[in-house]
């Protein structure tokens, strides 16, 4: 009996350390369960808020498509084309918003691309998101960057502000790309552009004479042509980013769901395998007596 005693002994003592191992793991896991489901609510309420402005930034890019489809038929009739010579300049339409997935690296890279092409082009950012990725490659051809886009459903009044600020700052352009997101589908878009042209190239078009437009008329339909495209992209591009925002926050949502069912299925086997090392120390207690 006296030679059981210690063996007894050192199988409780490893025992309640591997008890206070198994405690102390359990804990951990309790801790980031608790930290993953609030992740999960909080993901959870995001895709909810991005579904609602989503129906909202729809109704509004619709509008805005409606008229910027009758401008581009406008050039379009007009035959309207830019000169080989003529300089160009780039808009690249984001916002200032994160969690949303790719959306502004899609115009980053089409403004990236357009730049190449014409090494002289001069860009003007809208947003802070593609201003911070343009800057890292083609920061002396950025002229103009504005911030605080995105922030609410964009309205015409913004698109005009945009609009008179690149005008008084004397930006000469024969030809204006506009690059944003275009709204395909609740989980698709993809880089499109707008061309807006300037007084002169649009009255060297081919049908000009067509239009029979004298020249006052023609400097404000040159301003409304830029606003209204400036709209356009900035209503197309809001829908796309919530869109994106919310697949983002509803993938999220789900990973966060798969995590903590893998959290708790580790949670419950340690917590039995806690439950059958005690036993077997009572049994095994039991058993030295």
């Not at 993901?43 to 890019?61: E, G, H, N, P, V």
């Not at 600020?165 to 709204?183: G, M, R, S, V, W």
């Not at 060297?204 to 042509?225: C, I, P, Q, R, T």
């Amino acid at each position: 009996m006296f030679a059981i005693r210690p063996v007894v002994a050192n199988v409780t003592t490893r025992s309640v350390g591997c008890q206070h191992r198994n405690y102390a793991t359990l804990k951990e896991i309790q801790l980031r369960l608790k930290s993953v489901r609030s992740i999960a609510k909080i993901t959870k309420s995001m895709k909810m808020i991005a579904s609602t402005k989503m129906t909202r930034a729809q109704k509004t890019m619709e509008i805005a498509r409606t008229f910027g489809a009758t401008q581009t038929a406008l050039f379009t009739n007009a035959d309207t084309k830019p000169t080989e010579e003529g300089t160009t300049l780039i808009i690249t339409v984001s916002s200032d918003r994160g969690l949303c997935g790719g959306i502004h690296s899609s115009v980053s890279k089409a403004s990236r691309k357009h730049v190449q092409e014409k090494p002289n082009s001069q860009v003007v950012v809208l947003g802070d998101k593609a201003k911070a990725q343009l800057s890292r490659t083609i920061r002396n051809n950025i002229r103009l960057s504005f911030n605080q886009i995105g922030k609410a459903t964009p309205t015409y009044t913004e698109a005009c502000a945009i609009a008179d600020t690149i005008l008084n700052e004397k930006i000469e352009f024969d030809q204006a790309i506009i690059i944003y997101n275009y709204f395909k589908s609740v989980i698709s878009y993809e880089a499109e552009t707008i061309p807006v042209f300037s007084e002169s190239t649009f009255s060297k078009s081919g049908n000009f004479d067509a239009y029979e437009v004298e020249d006052d008329v023609l400097e404000n339909l040159h301003e409304f042509a830029l606003a209204n495209s400036i709209y356009w992209g900035l209503a197309e591009g809001h829908a796309s980013e919530m869109a994106s925002k919310r697949s983002a926050m509803e993938n999220a949502t789900k990973n966060a769901g798969d995590m903590i069912d893998k959290l708790t299925l580790t949670y419950n086997r340690g917590r039995q395998a806690v439950i059958t090392s005690e036993l077997i120390d009572i049994i095994t207690g039991a058993s030295a007596i």
